[in-house]
């Protein structure tokens, strides 16, 4: 597996560099199944019912257990743009977040903000719950057909912007494409 690629940006204050307590998190991109991430929270690209879906929502579902069902349904839905968390149950990830992008209409229906929106609200539930490492997938850019490099560029810039607790932010790649367009965006 090829090593990740990092993007650890640096911080200055008025005077100087900013103290630990401002560090901002890691990002980088890694090629893999979410599935067998051991971070403290991966994300689940769901939909908005939090139904057992196919993609890596279907992995997600198949690899934490039939617990997971039963969990999602008592979260009673939710919608575009926002996140909710379970546990990861038979995961090595202690708990599951999921996000809920946007179906992709051609760009002019709020997709941008909607995607922006599901990766800034993980990471305000990765706060939440205290996770300090999570792993993301290309959220919407599967059967919710959302162009590749557009989602990239969103999904990094709203990572990057984020203020956030968490240190590590890792997006899990699962083909080439995939992982060529976080290698370029991470690198800008
Ligand atoms: P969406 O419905 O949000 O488009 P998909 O699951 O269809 O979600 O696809 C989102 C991304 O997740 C795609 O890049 C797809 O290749 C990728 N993917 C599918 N299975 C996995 C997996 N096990 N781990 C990581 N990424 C995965």
Same mark, same amino acid.
């Given at each position: 597996m090829p090593a990740p690629v990092r993007f650890v940006p640096f911080l200055w204050g008025i005077d100087g560099p900013l103290g630990s307590e401002s560090v901002a998190a890691t990002l980088e991109a890694a090629q893999g199944d979410i599935t067998r991430e051991a971070v403290d929270a991966i994300v689940n690209a769901a939909n908005s019912g939090l139904a057992r879906g196919g993609g890596v929502c279907g992995a997600i579902f198949s690899a934490a257990g039939p617990e997971l069902d039963a969990a999602c349904a008592e979260l009673g839905g939710c919608p575009t743009g926002d996140a909710k968390a379970t546990p990861g149950f038979r995961l090595p990830a202690r708990w599951i977040i999921h996000a809920v992008g946007p179906v992709w209409h051609g &760009? $002019?229906? &709020? +997709?941008? +903000? @909607? @995607? #922006?929106? #599901?990766? /800034? /609200?993980? @990471? #305000?539930? #990765? $706060? +939440?719950? &205290?996770a300090s490492s999570v792993a993301f997938p290309a959220i919407s850019t599967g059967i919710y057909g959302y162009p590749l490099d557009a989602a990239t560029h969103v999904a990094v810039r709203a990572c990057r912007d984020a203020e956030t607790s968490v240190d590590l932010i890792r997006f899990v790649c699962f083909d080439d494409r995939t992982l060529a367009a976080y290698e370029g965006e991470l690198a800008d």
């Open positions: &760009g $002019d229906s &709020g +997709e941008p +903000e @909607l @995607l #922006a929106s #599901a990766y /800034r /609200r993980s @990471l #305000a539930v #990765a $706060d +939440e719950i &205290g």
